[in-house]
């Protein structure tokens, strides 16, 4: 685990406009689908955090050409059955959406492979993916029986599935809407709340057969479509860090520019907004299948709320930098039915316990959650970020409303999905 270590200085507010890097889901959709798309997509707005680049590398050693031209990148797609062999292990870094949507893609190609990733990818639970994987006739195998990477591919035929998942989840829905482009007939998957759509929607936007009712999507088998120009618009996960900054520090007014507000990632707003903060979404309008718009929030006072159900798959990346936020709000926010957070890069909710708490924060957990008292103030501390981005920026945000210096241990991680986050916050920060 990385020590690097950064002091934090309180901040007095945060104000001005800024963009943020492209949507991190949207940027592996876009690589993945570009590469297994008919003839050339062109794509903006990418993000280049090293999540999406190793995405990005898997793609390029499976024998997709791109090329970098200005502010976009040009991929050369092969159709559904161009990739070839990988001449080495495919390595996934940290990023839980490679390795899951890519198991979907390689399950059903006619060769072997081998996706591995860090110590924090090693210990990710797997099965959610491989037993699906399986029943659709895939040879995968991982570590105890699948549960954990390195996954090993002897990619072959698929047959299609209706699979009902017992979680909402975009990188399980995905995985196998994946393999189902390839499988014979028609594959399915049923979620008990719905997850982030990109998926749905950049298949849509390209042209293939899907078809989505309620809770339940689908694809055709053998099911090839063209690339397109795609364009990614800006990460509200990675906005959601300012956003919660603005809204707790008083005097703040702050313009995220050109965002992305898909209504299946915007719980993090719907949530401010009942919790009373001021935001204001400006210049709303639809591209590439995707809804987009400015976001204006200014600081002010906030309340307690309840968190639970299907509000948390909305929201699922967006709760450490809302449990910072709660600490700020009056009164007990409560956030149940958020046991994913277990698994995620780190155990976000023991860690938000465990760091917040050297700061001052009360926060009971519970094994689905936690209840957070609003205590109106946090102090400086030193904390580690776990080796996870969003634990790394939550506590940033924390620090920059502390009311003495922090240190940060572990912050390097922030580059896993928000490449140039210290100049953009350099530009918003008032000291
Ligand atoms: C993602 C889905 C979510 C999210 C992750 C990105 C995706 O994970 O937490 O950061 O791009 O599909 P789950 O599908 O495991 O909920």
């Given at each position: 685990m990385?020590l ?8 007095r ?17 876009a ?10 997509s ?11 680049l ?6 390029k050693?499976?024998g ?7 502010d976009r ?10 990739l070839?062999?990988?001449p ?19 399950a059903?190609?006619k ?16 099965q ?27 990619g ?8 009902s ?22 594959t399915?998957v ?9 998926t ?12 989505v009712?309620?809770l339940?999507?689908?694809?055709e088998g053998?099911?090839?479509?063209s ?30 520019l050109q ?9 993090f707003?719907?949530?401010?907004l ?26 002010g006072?906030?309340r ?11 929201l ?13 709000a ?7 039915d958020?046991?994913?957070?277990r ?13 917040l ?39 940033i ?10 240190k ?5 991680c ?18």
């Amino acid at each position: 685990m990385s020590l690097k270590s950064i002091q934090i200085n309180p901040a007095r507010h945060l104000k001005g406009e800024i963009t943020v890097p492209g949507d991190k889901s949207i940027t592996h959709r876009a690589l993945i689908f570009a590469s297994i798309a008919r003839g050339k997509s062109m794509v903006k707005g990418l993000q280049k955090g090293k999540d999406c680049l190793a995405t990005l590398n898997a793609l390029k050693m499976m024998g997709i050409h791109m090329e970098e031209e200005e502010d976009r990148l040009v991929v050369y797609g092969q159709g559904l059955s161009g990739l070839r062999e990988p001449p080495n292990i495919l390595d996934c870094g940290n990023s839980g959406t490679t390795v899951r949507l890519l198991a979907g893609l390689l399950a059903p190609q006619k060769f072997y492979s081998v996706l591995s990733g860090d110590q924090y990818l090693r210990k990710r639970p797997m099965q959610r993916v491989v037993e699906p994987l399986r029943k659709m006739g895939a040879r995968v195998f991982g570590r105890e029986n699948g549960e954990f990477p390195p996954l090993t591919i002897l990619g072959g035929k698929l047959k299609a599935i209706d699979h009902s998942s017992p979680i909402p989840s975009a990188q399980v829905k995905s995985c196998i809407l994946l393999a189902g482009l390839y499988a014979k007939d028609r594959t399915s998957v049923i979620e008990p709340y719905r997850s982030r759509d990109h998926t749905e929607r950049m298949l849509k936007f390209l042209g293939a057969k899907i078809e989505v009712n309620d809770l339940r999507v689908s694809v055709e088998g053998n099911n090839s479509f063209s690339g397109a120009n795609i364009w990614v618009p800006g990460d509200l996960s990675a906005a959601s860090f300012f956003m919660g900054g603005a809204a707790i520090l008083k005097r703040s007014k702050l313009k995220i520019l050109q965002v992305g507000l898909n209504p299946t990632r915007r719980g993090f707003i719907d949530v401010l907004l009942r919790m009373g903060a001021d935001i204001k979404i400006l210049n709303m309008r639809k591209i590439c299948e995707e809804e987009v718009g400015d976001i204006e929030v200014r600081g002010g006072n906030l309340r307690g709320t309840v968190v639970q159900g299907g509000m948390i798959s909305r929201l699922i990346d967006e709760i450490p930098i809302l449990a910072v936020v709660a600490c700020f709000a009056k009164g007990e926010t409560i956030i149940r039915d958020a046991r994913e957070l277990r698994v995620k890069e780190t155990d976000r909710i023991g860690a938000i316990k465990s760091e917040l708490t050297k700061m001052g924060a009360q926060i009971e957990e519970k094994e689905d959650g936690m209840v957070i008292k609003g205590v109106g103030k946090l102090e400086g501390a030193q904390c580690q970020s776990h080796g996870d981005h969003r634990m790394a920026m939550a506590l940033i945000i924390a620090g920059l409303s502390a009311k003495d210096k922090s240190k940060i241990l572990g912050s390097d991680c922030i580059d896993t999905s928000f490449p140039g986050f210290w100049r953009t916050l350099g530009q918003i920060l008032v000291q």
